[in-house]
């Protein structure tokens, strides 16, 4: 499952390289549900910021705005679970850096 979901950001990546904005998207989606279903937040957070940056090419500033909002939204989320889980402040630190 993990293989498939690195796969899924790599083909985006080839896929924006070559200025395919629409089979970026589609590979990037991809990678948010399977990022979703096995619970790799890092994975979900580059994913959707990605989906973000397909809109920005594409000249759709308001949905790029809105893509990068919900990663920093999500981002904020996901540090507040990790304190609250951790309760050592040394290994918060190497987590969140």
């Known amino acids: 499952m ?8 790599d083909m985006g990546r080839v896929s924006l390289d070559f200025f395919d904005f629409e089979k970026a998207q589609e590979n990037y989606s ?3 549900k399977l ?8 994975r979900e957070e580059l994913a959707i910021d990605r989906l973000g940056m ?7 500033l308001m949905a790029a705005n809105f893509y990068h909002s919900s990663v920093d939204r999500l981002s904020a989320y996901n540090k507040q679970r990790i304190k609250e ?5 040394r290994e918060i630190l190497k987590i969140l850096e």
């Open 85 to 89: 889980h951790y309760s050592n402040e």
């Open 54 to 60: 397909c809109e920005y090419y594409k000249g759709d």
């Open 30 to 32: 991809k990678a948010v």
């Open 2 to 9: 993990t293989l498939t979901l690195v796969t899924c950001m």
């Open 35 to 42: 990022s979703v279903y096995i619970g790799d937040k890092y």
